[in-house]
Every structure is written in structure tokens, then in C-alpha cells.
């Protein structure tokens, strides 16, 4: 049975996203269309301008990416379809991206490509007369190897072992891979779904193949039916396309200074995602390490390094080298933005509130800023862990809850709630009769006071014996209800985050995307649990 949960009563989405979901009026600067059906007219409006030039070369380039992964897009084929619409002016995306991953990734990285195949659906239907193309952005440039080389599968870890340098791990090429699929071969459940997976998979992953042409290879064979359109970045000729954008941040810094403007406003009710920096590019070495940018009093440096460079050396390489800068997380998303006619970008919890850090780079640069979607949500319930939390006298949506909140919440059921509420009151009352006795003279004011440190002490040592002795008498059920939780929180993590598709396929021998795809409400943000 499906459930349906207002993010507002979980403790999944940061204060900043969770507040942009609500429309708070004090986020009302750092977007500039919400996610509502009848705004997105505007946002097309936003994009009408996109550079016919662009449009042509994502068509070129996008079917030289498929044909050198070695996909052959038949005519019919609907990606196919959609890359050759990109070339037309009424044609725009919606995009979500992700690094790469081993075997489709977590189960979060699924729910974004259906909310994003949900929304080019649903804009399709409401504009009929323009054509809403869903993207998948390879965020192939990332560099930081350890964030991927592990995949969780039912309690198995299993790990990617290979030479690596700070280079891009799009570059890193496949070798003894057919081991680690065996690997997973042996923790996967034997089903009908086991042999399509284990099929996808071994066409995608093989030796001798970039992770990039395998991690397109995959996310094609998947949701090709689908009509998802992948995009690799990491290409000279889209580069290209934001040399400008390359001079403003890392000669002039113009990101820099606009970011600093927003997170001052930002920081004083919520903590940020990301930092500013002062320059948000990275260089690649003749070596294929991506080194990140410094600024110096004499020019730039490479960090960690020796090799540094003038302002018109910079200057020169951006424009005869554009391939060789990367932009980081700050400013991925205007090289996205620059280089599609895009109208969204979903993500997750994290990445909606950092987008919301970037509008002033947009307006710095002069960038229409996308619509900011949260993705799809969604919670596997094992079987009968809503008996298991009712004898604890509590529900399923209880074991969403921080470990220390669970507990909070277990003893209120039983009647053995917090006492701090008690001893507040009894301090406050202390506090009272210290500032009346101010009025009566310094002796009976210091004898007070006296009195009340002397209490404070005593209710804290009290307060702490209390909850320990409540801990001892009911460690071994609590033990047993943090059990309960761990069931959707594997190894502390939330099950969207570290469990993957590939086994809850195979566990239930069936495809799941369809019925997933059915049950989201794109423009009605909730955790779905069933």
C-alpha cells in the first residue's frame, strides 16, 4: 500500500530547501520562477533567445557521444528523436545530473531521471505546441575517486580497486571488472530480473571502456524507451561555449564577489551547502590531474603545485585551450545552463538549496535561472516493519526519525518523557526571585543567586542520572527498536542513498521504474513510502 508523507513532518530536507518548498518569502531573491505548472510559459519566454548555432552543435555533438560509446541510434529510435528536436527552436529540456556511479548508483539517482522524465511529460501535455526533451548530465569531470568507487548492494560493499590520480573519473578506464560483476552476480537473488541486469550491465561495464562510456552505455540500455537524452560535458566544443564565463570568474572573480553578496544574506538563517570561492575552475595538468585554480598576488597557481601562470597566459589558454578548465560545483551549473535551452533542473534536497546560493552568479552573468525541482522521494518499507514499530507504540514514519529523536519519542509514548522541561521551569522560577530580591537589597540577591547555582548543579547531576537510569531499564528494547530503524537506514544512511535499484529488482522480480514513474506527482513534493 502506498503512503503519502508532507515533507514537512520528516526530517529529510534541510531548513533552506525545505523553506523554498514552502515559499518563504524570505528566499524570494534567490529564484526567480518557483516550480508551479502555469510559470513555466515564462521560463520558455526566458529561453526563447537560445543561439541557433548552440542548438546545432549539441545535435552534432550529442550523435558523435552516442556513436562513440558505440551506440547505434536506430531511426526510430526516440532519443534519436530528441536530440535531432534540440535543433529546433521550440524545443527545450529539463535536466538533472549526478557524478558517476557503479551499476545505476543509489536508488536517489533513479528518482531523479524519473522526475525528470515525469516533468518533460507533464510540460509536454500543458505545451503542446513546444517540445520538452529530458536530459541526464554526466558529471564525468569529478576527480574524486574514493566518492565512487564503492557500490552498497544488501549489506555487501562491493569496491572498484583500480590506479587512479586526481584525474577526472570519466577518463579512469575499466579493468578486472568482469570480477566485480561476479561479485554482484553472487549477492543478487536469482530472478528473471537478475539476468536483464546482469546482461545491462555486462554490455555497459567492459574492459577497456572508459567509466564514462560505460556509465552511458548503462543509464541508455535502461531508460532509452524512455527517450533520456545523456549528455557527456567533458567535450572542447561545448567548452568553448563559456570562455566568457571562464574570464569573468577567474580573472575578474565577478563570481566570487556576487556569491558572497548571497550566502551573507544566506548564512544568517541557515547553513550553506557550499563555500564561495574565488575562483571555481580547475586546470587540467598535461598529465590529466585536475588541479583546482588559485588566485595569487602574481597570477594563479595550481594548488599543491609548483606550476603557475600570468593573468595573459590564463587568458591565452582560455581561449586556445578551453577543454583544459573544469568548472566545480559552483559553476557546473552554468555551464549546464549556457550550454542547453533548459527550463528545470532537478535534484536533491542538497542541491536545491545550493542552487539557491548561485541566483546572484546567474544575474552576475546575465543567465536565465532554471526552475529549481526537488526530485522524487521514495521509501521501500520492508515487510511488516509497521507491525514491528507499533509494539514499540510508534509508526512507520516514526522510524524516519534521527536516532536520538526515535528515543525522544519512544519514551513520550511510555510516559517517561525528557524532565528538562521540569527543570527549566524550576530555574526560571530561581531566576524570577533573583531579579525581585534585586529590589530589596544585595545581601538577599547574592543569597539567591547562591541558591540557585547550588540548584542548577544538583538538577543537572539529577537530569543526568535520570536519563541514565531510564536508558539502563530500557537499553535492550531500544536496541531493538534502533534495530527496527536501521532496516531503512543501512549502515546509518537512508535506503535512497546507498541501496540500489538493481536489488530491489531483483528481490521483488520485477521493473519497478514503471510503477515508480506512475506514482510521482511532480509538482507535489512528498516521501513516498510503500
Not at 27 to 47: M, V
Not at 302 to 319: G, P, R
Not at 329 to 345: H, S
Amino acid at each position: 500500500m502506498l503512503e503519502r508523507v508532507n515533507l514537512n513532518e520528516t526530517p529529510l530536507i534541510n531548513p533552506l530547501a525545505l523553506d523554498y518548498l514552502n515559499q518563504d518569502a524570505f528566499l524570494k531573491d534567490f529564484f526567480s520562477y518557483s516550480h508551479e505548472l502555469g510559470n513555466y510559459e515564462k521560463l520558455i519566454n526566458a529561453k526563447s533567445n537560445f543561439p541557433v548555432e548552440r542548438r546545432n552543435l549539441l545535435v552534432d555533438e550529442l550523435l558523435n557521444q552516442y556513436a562513440n560509446a558505440g551506440i547505434e541510434l536506430k531511426e526510430n529510435s526516440l532519443v534519436k528523436k530528441h536530440i535531432l528536436d534540440l535543433g529546433n527552436e521550440n524545443t527545450f529540456t529539463v535536466t538533472t545530473g549526478h557524478q558517476l556511479v557503479l551499476f545505476g548508483g543509489p536508488l536517489f539517482t533513479t528518482y531523479k531521471i524519473l522526475s525528470t522524465l515525469k516533468l518533460a511529460a507533464e510540460l509536454n501535455k500543458a505545451y503542446s505546441k513546444k517540445r520538452i526533451i529530458p536530459i541526464f548530465w554526466l558529471a564525468s569531470e569529478d576527480h574524486d575517486y574514493e566518492e565512487i568507487k564503492n557500490t552498497y548492494v544488501n549489506g555487501e560493499t562491493l569496491v572498484w580497486n583500480t590506479i587512479h590520480d586526481a584525474e577526472p573519473v570519466g577518463n579512469l578506464v575499466l579493468n578486472g571488472f568482469e570480477n566485480l560483476i561476479a561479485e554482484l552476480e553472487q549477492i543478487l537473488p536469482n530472478s528473471a530480473q537478475k539476468t536483464k541486469h546482469l546482461k545491462i550491465i555486462r554490455d555497459s561495464y567492459q574492459d577497456g571502456f572508459s567509466l564514462s562510456k560505460a556509465t552511458l552505455r548503462y543509464f541508455h540500455q535502461v531508460f532509452q524507451d524512455w527517450g533520456l537524452v545523456i549528455i557527456e560535458p567533458s567535450n572542447e566544443l561545448f567548452k568553448a561555449e563559456i570562455k566568457s564565463l571562464m574570464i569573468s570568474d577567474i580573472i575578474e572573480q565577478n563570481s566570487f564577489k556576487a556569491q558572497l553578496v548571497s550566502d551573507r544574506i544566506l548564512s544568517d538563517k541557515y547553513s550553506l551547502q557550499i563555500g564561495a570561492r574565488e575562483v571555481n575552475f580547475f586546470y587540467f595538468t598535461d598529465s590529466g590531474k585536475r588541479i583546482l585554480i588559485k588566485k595569487t598576488q602574481k597570477g594563479f597557481n595550481l594548488a599543491d603545485s609548483s606550476q603557475s601562470f600570468t593573468q595573459n597566459e590564463i587568458e591565452e589558454l582560455i581561449e586556445k585551450h578551453p577543454e583544459r578548465f573544469s568548472p566545480n560545483v559552483n559553476l557546473r551549473p552554468l555551464y549546464q545552463e549556457t550550454l542547453l535551452p533548459n527550463l528545470a533542473y532537478i535534484g536533491g534536497p542538497a542541491e536545491v538549496a545550493y542552487w539557491l546560493q548561485l541566483k546572484s552568479i546567474f544575474d552576475t552573468n546575465k543567465l536565465a535561472f532554471p526552475a529549481v525541482v526537488l526530485r522524487m522521494m521514495h521509501l521501500f518499507l520492508p515487510p511488516g516493519l509497521e507491525n514491528r514499530m507499533n509494539r514499540f507504540g510508534l509508526n512507520a514514519k516514526d522510524a524516519l526519525l534521527k536516532t536520538n529523536d526515535l528515543s525522544a519519542k519512544y519514551f513520550d509514548t511510555i510516559g517517561e518523557s525528557s524532565i528538562e522541561n521540569q527543570i527549566n521551569l524550576i530555574l526560571n522560577t530561581w531566576q524570577e526571585l533573583y531579579e525581585l530580591s534585586s529590589k530589596v537589597n544585595d545581601e538577599l540577591q547574592a543569597s539567591i543567586l547562591a541558591e540557585k547555582l547550588k540548584d542548577k548543579a544538583e538538577l543537572k547531576a539529577l537530569n543526568k542520572e535520570y536519563k541514565a537510569k531510564r536508558l539502563s531499564k530500557h537499553n535492550e528494547r531500544l536496541q531493538k527498536l534502533m534495530k527496527v530503524r536501521a532496516e531503512i537506514y543501512p549502515t546509518g544512511i537512508l535506503q535512497e542513498r546507498i541501496e540500489t535499484l538493481i536489488w530491489y529488482e531483483c528481490l521483488m522480480d520485477k521493473s519497478l521504474v514503471e510503477e515508480l514513474y506512475q506514482n510521482l506527482d511532480v509538482f507535489e513534493p512528498e516521501l513516498l513510502m510503500s
